[in-house]
């Protein structure tokens, strides 16, 4: 009987016994690649053009501006698109602003600045430039401080730029931006300004203007609510200066050869066209929603997230993995697990027993976390159905856990959305 089978089916037979069809929705919190909403999708279908198409030009403007409005960018700022996630973006940063003798600052402040710095040093012995690290507190958000003092202490102003991670996904850690631009005012240094947003835009407030932000960068994936695979670099003047004397070994990644009226030298070839109708269909959801209103909705979800969390710690197998409340991301959550819990297993078990996919830990979080990303497309109805199936996960896998905190949650979006309505009149 078997061997009368075709081979299609047998193949299937031997597949690994995960349901191929899931049906309703999926729900998504990993805290990148995040839901594409349908608008984008459909945006990404449209046929390809002729590059001398003049829909091509609208386009690229169409992104170039909106992305302009979304940073608050100076009118002196060029946006540039590479075909690239962000580890692609950091090359595109730290290969512009590498020059022979000088050094780069990397704020600590959790896994992604580890693996930015990390990236740069592996480029460092060809192009001449240095990594210095502040040091970092796991579960505090960057030490301002200690960036201060790195630049009081280079006297010789070899320091060409202080980086910093605006939120590090790896803890859902938020560090406060205009504490650090403070700082390197009050070293008086002429250090460029370099911020990596892409876990934090469009979730978080930021304005490139006025907190003196020269370089910042991010991509497609988490609050753009785009498929992976588009990075972005907003560059003022000064950093585009700074390039332009100090040439350096790149092409692709070149800001100089890219500042261009030229399409096919803005993108150092052909423009990535689906992903830029993608992101011209993201912009305009963010501007139909209002950035104000975007960002009060991921505080709302976030606020939400945390309320749960507080009230499952009270058993004590898990807490909060931020140590300072204030500096909690409006993006993703990391929840930290008592020993002998396995976050992994607890994932496997909420994505395929109860359809809701969270993020486990990353680097030396590995094992030690579990993260609920409640970034971009996202409302109450996801996120309390993501909570309720944390818990139900928590339950399947033994994990002791306080009663009532998806009921928080409900209690904090209810008075978040505008509280209780008057009691209904009797008779
Ligand atoms: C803050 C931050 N920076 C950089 C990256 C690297 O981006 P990618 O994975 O697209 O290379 C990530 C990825 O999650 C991130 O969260």
Redesign the pocket.
Known sequence: MHQDLPERLLQRAAAPAVNPRIPGIRSLHS??PTRVPDAVMHAMQRPMMDLMDPRVGALIRACEDGMRALLAAPPDAHVLFYA???????EAVTANLSARGRTLLMAGGGH?SD??AMQTEVLGPATGTTVQRTPHAEGHPTDVAAIEQALRDDTAHRIAAVLV??????SGITSELAAVRRAIDAAGHPALFVV?????LAAEPFAMDSLGVDVAM??S??GLMCP?GL?WVAVNARALAFAEQHAGARFYWDWVRRVSDLQYRKFCGTPPLAHLAGLEAALRLIDEEGLANVQARHARLAGAVHAALARWAEAGAVRPFCKVAAARSSSVTAIEVRAGIDPEALRTVARERFQVAIAGGLGPLAGRVFRIGHLGDMNEATILGALAGVEAAMVVQGIPFGDGGVAAAARHLVEATGGRSAPAQEG
């Open positions: 805290p990148g690239a996630n962000g580890h692609g973006m950091w992604f693996s930015w991670v605006h939120t590090d996904t790896s990596d947003l892409v876990a934090s991010g991509a994936q988490k992976p990075g």
